[in-house]
């Protein structure tokens, strides 16, 4: 009977459907500040941003506290922004008012003083989250430091508030703090990701400490905080070059690979454009077959995302050593991607890309022109590139000509990262 023959081949083709886990993209920014912190804005403002920008995840990451117990600010009459944060306005109060409603801000007088309450996560989950389509992740940046060098670190999707725990070293106080993120993912069950902040803000964190970690922490490869020199100077490397460098060593060390996120830091909602740390500057897009925390936590961690300032990428694929990337196209722009590895037998004496004299002695080796070469560069769509059995890694950048609408540094364009694999050995193929 052909109706029934086609009865069964629409069962089985739903059979087929149903059993296939169906991917999708979900960009998120994993590094934001509030009025918890540092932020210029009431959560609920940031979170409404975001939302209203078809993220699908936000983590609210304020310097070392959890948006949770009872937290009330002043209310002052007049804008002061000579200081950071700005104390929160009267009119910024009626600009929240007129967005959420008269009822929704809860106000008190302490003596003479107009106050406010924070929301707390539980509140802005109960009326912000949309299963599905829009998530908030409970995070915190673990905000230490050494002898005045900033040692930030966020852990995303955290359970309770750590503390920084200080150390003897930049490495001592990195290592530290991951321990304790690792301590409180084993005694919860819960998966945290670990990811090392904007190393050059102040110096702070150089290649060569981010190499010896343990735990597999990710870094920041972009921070679209304006004062934390991503690409570096004349003395130090800029963060791309930094994690070329990490590749390199460890792999080279039989370490696991180390991934690089792209995030926005923001504080500043009210005034927008270069000089600001704004919203929408940088993100991650994490192919994962549900939104949770766990879930996505669990995607990034295999790798399972790329880093952007802007571009969108359809498909990244690796099979039989084909690393494919499908760039969405989008009018009048073009795109270049570039592979980028170290090959296993490189030269760590080679000739320095700048002058030895320029860098202490204990990381001038580092900066051999073998180490993170371009391999191949093209400006086909999808971009293909057949990973070659002698190199250690191969990560991919994808260059626009598209100019930032808001970038960090003055002429910026927009940028993907796409994260490094390793070819995968014979018996996994
Ligand atoms: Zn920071
Ligand atoms: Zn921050």
Same mark, same amino acid.
């Given at each position: 009977?052909?109706?029934?023959?086609?009865?069964?081949?629409?069962?089985?083709?739903?059979?087929?459907?149903?059993?296939?886990?169906?991917?999708?993209?979900?960009?998120?920014n994993?590094?934001?500040?509030?009025?918890?912190?540092?932020?210029?804005?009431?959560?609920?403002?940031?979170?409404?941003?975001?939302?209203?920008?078809?993220?699908?995840?936000?983590?609210?990451?304020?310097?070392?506290?959890?948006?949770?117990?009872?937290?009330?600010?002043?209310?002052?009459?007049?804008?002061?922004?000579?200081?950071?944060?700005?104390?929160?306005?009267?009119?910024?109060?009626?600009?929240?008012?007129?967005?959420?409603g008269?009822?929704?801000p809860?106000?008190?007088?302490?003596?003479?003083?107009?106050?406010?309450?924070?929301?707390?996560?539980?509140?802005?989950?109960?009326?912000?989250?949309?299963?599905?389509?829009?998530?908030?992740?409970?995070?915190?940046e673990?905000?230490?430091?050494?002898e005045?060098?900033?040692?930030?670190?966020?852990?995303?999707?955290?359970?309770t508030?750590?503390?920084?725990?200080? +150390?003897?070293s930049?490495?001592?106080?990195?290592? *530290?703090?991951? /321990?304790? !993120?690792l301590?409180? %993912?084993?005694? @919860?069950?819960?998966?945290?990701?670990a990811h090392?902040?904007?190393p050059?803000?102040?110096?702070?964190?150089?290649?060569?400490?981010?190499?010896q970690?343990?735990?597999?922490?990710?870094?920041?490869v972009?921070?679209?905080?304006?004062?934390?020199n991503?690409? +570096?100077?004349?003395?130090?490397?800029?963060?791309? *070059?930094m994690? /070329?460098i !990490?590749?390199?060593? %460890?792999?080279? @060390?039989?370490?696991?690979l180390?991934?690089?996120?792209?995030?926005?830091?923001?504080?500043?909602?009210?005034?927008?454009?270069?000089?600001k740390?704004?919203?929408?500057?940088?993100?991650?897009?994490?192919?994962?077959?549900?939104?949770?925390?766990?879930?996505?936590v669990?995607?990034?961690?295999?790798?399972d995302?790329?880093?952007?300032?802007?571009?969108?990428?359809?498909?990244?694929?690796l099979?039989n050593?084909?690393?494919?990337?499908q760039?969405?196209?989008e009018?009048d722009?073009?795109?270049?991607?570039?592979?980028?590895?170290?090959?296993?037998?490189?030269?760590?004496?080679a000739?320095?890309?700048?002058?030895?004299?320029?860098?202490?002695?204990?990381v001038?080796?580092?900066?051999?022109?073998?180490?993170?070469?371009?391999?191949?560069?093209?400006?086909?769509?999808?971009?293909?590139?057949?990973?070659?059995?002698?190199?250690?890694?191969?990560?991919?950048?994808?260059?626009?000509?598209?100019k930032h609408?808001?970038?960090?540094?003055k002429?910026?364009?927009?940028?993907?990262?796409?994260?490094p694999?390793v070819?995968?050995?014979k018996?996994?193929q």
């Amino acid at each position: 009977m052909p109706n029934r023959v086609l009865f069964f081949f629409y069962l089985l083709l739903l059979l087929g459907c149903s059993s296939k886990e169906t991917l999708i993209w979900q960009k998120g920014n994993i590094h934001t500040h509030t009025l918890w912190s540092d932020g210029d804005a009431p959560p609920e403002t940031v979170v409404n941003w975001y939302k209203e920008n078809n993220y699908q995840f936000l983590a609210l990451s304020d310097h070392n506290i959890l948006s949770e117990g009872e937290k009330w600010i002043p209310v002052v009459d007049e804008e002061d922004s000579s200081k950071w944060p700005p104390p929160f306005s009267l009119e910024k109060l009626n600009k929240l008012k007129k967005e959420f409603g008269d009822d929704w801000p809860e106000l008190r007088y302490v003596g003479d003083t107009l106050q406010m309450r924070l929301k707390t996560l539980k509140e802005l989950k109960d009326y912000f989250e949309v299963p599905g389509k829009f998530i908030l992740i409970p995070s915190e940046e673990i905000t230490d430091a050494f002898e005045k060098k900033p040692v930030h670190i966020n852990a995303i999707n955290i359970q309770t508030l750590l503390h920084p725990q200080g +150390g003897e070293s930049v490495l001592d106080v990195m290592q *530290r703090n991951l /321990d304790a !993120i690792l301590h409180q %993912r084993q005694e @919860t069950g819960q998966p945290i990701l670990a990811h090392v902040n904007h190393p050059n803000f102040g110096w702070g964190i150089v290649a060569e400490d981010l190499m010896q970690l343990t735990g597999d922490p990710f870094f920041e490869v972009y921070n679209g905080h304006p004062g934390v020199n991503n690409w +570096g100077d004349d003395a130090h490397p800029g963060t791309d *070059r930094m994690w /070329d460098i !990490i590749l390199t060593n %460890r792999l080279h @060390t039989n370490k696991n690979l180390f991934y690089g996120v792209a995030t926005d830091d923001s504080h500043a909602y009210y005034d927008f454009g270069v000089g600001k740390s704004n919203t929408g500057r940088g993100w991650v897009m994490v192919k994962s077959n549900a939104l949770t925390p766990s879930s996505i936590v669990r995607a990034l961690e295999k790798g399972d995302f790329y880093s952007s300032t802007g571009v969108t990428i359809d498909n990244i694929k690796l099979s039989n050593n084909n690393f494919s990337i499908q760039i969405q196209p989008e009018n009048d722009v073009r795109f270049m991607t570039q592979f980028i590895g170290t090959l296993k037998d490189f030269d760590p004496k080679a000739t320095p890309i700048v002058n030895d004299e320029d860098f202490p002695s204990h990381v001038a080796h580092v900066y051999s022109q073998d180490i993170g070469r371009v391999l191949y560069e093209t400006s086909e769509n999808p971009a293909n590139f057949i990973i070659p059995d002698d190199v250690l890694y191969v990560r991919a950048k994808i260059l626009s000509t598209k100019k930032h609408p808001n970038p960090f540094s003055k002429g910026d364009a927009e940028m993907a990262w796409v994260q490094p694999v390793v070819r995968p050995s014979k018996k996994n193929q």
